[in-house]
């Protein structure tokens, strides 16, 4: 159960940065060397926060197969 809110609460954060991301118009500027390289870094952070978040509400022992 605890994978699953964990998950839930990835998707949440998600989807606030990627409308934050829509916001202030990242896909329209997608040939620009400096906004390619800010929505870059800007994925790399996201996808570190999602990381984060999993391991802190699931625990070390994130999810099981089998038990």
């Known amino acids: ?9 990835m998707v ?3 989807a606030i940065a990627g409308y934050g991301l829509f916001t ?3 896909h329209e500027h997608f040939r620009n060397p400096m906004w390619a390289v800010g ?4 994925l ?4 570190m926060i999602n990381m ?3 391991f802190k509400i699931a625990g070390e022992r ?3 197969w089998f038990r």
Request: net charge neutral; no cysteine; charged share 5%.
């Open 24 to 26: 202030i118009g990242a």
């Open 1 to 9: 159960m605890a994978s699953f809110k964990a998950i839930v609460v």
């Open 44 to 47: 790399l952070v996201i996808h």
């Open 39 to 42: 929505t870059g870094v800007a």
């Open 52 to 54: 984060a978040l999993y």
């Open 62 to 64: 994130p999810f099981e």
């Open 12 to 14: 949440i954060w998600t």
